[in-house]
């Protein structure tokens, strides 16, 4: 029996001896599987393609360095990183009951207003912008040419399938904002164009909110059917962006409050918040982040931000009137109209704020972005 057992002890004790040699011969970085070449089969250089050493979700990912390397490119042009959520995701949580998680059957403007967002994010991504022709200003905002600048994929899925229709697009003709608006909305009565839907965009946000942690799934009965909901998960993120445009909403100084703009880091900050109020505002959600004020400080909510979208709906930012110097059917700015000079302080301190972020007084991507919120305003809830 002891020879048995020391013969026993002697396996586990080789077993163990042989699991900690193959620890210790592992390298901290897992190199991928060589890539043979088509030209002489030679593998390609460990260095071009090889795994991080973070963990996500229990096991290494794989990562090409010439990536990083153009991330880091681009978040040193455009003056900050990525923010965590897209614009429509931000505008969709808004929109969602916390825990019944769907959005109101009775909203007609969020699914026009979502395919805005696309335009936004992608605007202030760099990857379109207008097409830069002193002729464009002889148009009206809306109806100025549109290109793509750089079709390098965003990593979301939604933001590079239409980046790729309107590449397409763009080999044979150029297209509008309020045209791309309308397309990706499936609004058209061109057959030829019925193509460029982008289909199914707040089931497809609410799953990529899913897998970023932010909801959950669930199925609801309603009568006759089951329906995927998709309630909050994680409150404080909703928290954190209902605080940001209620801040931005109700401040009452020329400085932008820290606690109106994302996080540290992030790339145009203040055009950011801009957007997210105004089309928030066009998408009827805007309700949402306004439970926690009483009746008259709603209301002043709701005027500032018809403020702001006044100011950032003409090129440029603020001017009051449209570049061919005719004023604007609202017939004056709305800054002049407000109850007191707090909200005339607070909305030009925002339009010089942006201002600071636009690469130069001819910024076209910004100029976008203040053609996609004039489309948006036109919806007719804001008629």
């Given at each position: 029996m002891?020879?048995?057992?020391g013969l026993s002890r002697r396996r586990v004790a080789q077993t163990t001896t042989n699991d900690d040699d193959d620890d210790n011969r592992r390298p901290t970085s897992l190199s991928a599987s060589p890539v043979h070449s088509p030209h002489n089969g030679s593998a390609t250089p460990p260095?071009?393609?090889?795994?991080?050493s973070a963990f996500e979700g229990g096991s290494k990912i794989a990562y090409d360095p010439r990536d990083l390397a153009q991330e880091a490119s681009d978040e040193a042009r455009l003056g900050g990183k990525m923010p965590k959520l897209t614009l429509m995701e931000e505008v969709?949580?808004?929109g969602l009951k916390d825990k019944q998680g769907y959005l109101s059957f009775w909203n007609d403007n969020i699914s026009y207003a979502l395919r805005g967002c696309i335009l936004i994010e992608l605007a202030l991504r760099r990857r379109i912008a207008l097409v830069k022709d002193p002729n464009r200003r002889r148009l009206l905002l809306p109806e100025r040419l549109v290109e793509v600048i750089n079709d390098r994929q965003t990593g979301e899925t939604i933001l590079d399938e239409a980046l790729k229709l309107m590449r397409m697009q763009q080999?044979?003709?150029?297209?509008?904002?309020?045209?791309?608006?309308?397309?990706?909305?499936?609004e058209t009565w061109n057959v030829m164009k019925i193509g460029f839907q982008l289909k199914q965009v707040r089931e497809r946000l609410a799953k990529g909110l899913v897998d970023k942690g932010v909801l959950r799934t669930e199925k609801r009965n309603f009568l006759l059917f089951d329906m995927a909901t998709h309630p909050v998960a994680d409150v404080r993120t909703k928290e954190s962006i209902i605080s940001r445009v209620v801040s931005l909403l109700t401040s009452t100084t020329s400085a932008v409050p820290p606690s109106a703009l994302d996080i540290d880091g992030v790339q145009c900050r203040t055009a950011r918040a801009i957007c997210l109020a105004c089309t928030a505002y066009t998408a009827s959600v805007l309700d949402n982040a306004f439970g926690r004020l009483d009746y008259e400080a709603r209301e002043l909510a709701f005027q500032r931000c018809d403020e702001i979208l006044a100011e950032f709906m003409v090129w440029p930012f603020g001017s009051g009137s449209t570049d061919t110097g005719t004023p604007r059917k609202r017939s004056q700015s709305r800054i002049a109209m407000g109850s007191d000079g707090s909200g005339r302080e607070s909305?030009?301190?925002?339009?010089?704020?942006?201002k600071r972020e636009m690469v130069s007084d001819e910024d076209v991507g910004f100029e976008l972005v203040a053609g996609v919120l004039e489309v948006l305003s036109k919806l007719d809830s804001l008629l």
């Open positions: 002891s020879s048995a057992a260095t071009a393609l090889h795994a991080g969709l949580l808004l080999a044979t003709e150029k297209l509008s904002v309020n045209s791309w608006v309308d397309l990706l909305s499936g909305v030009l301190g925002l339009v010089s704020e942006v």
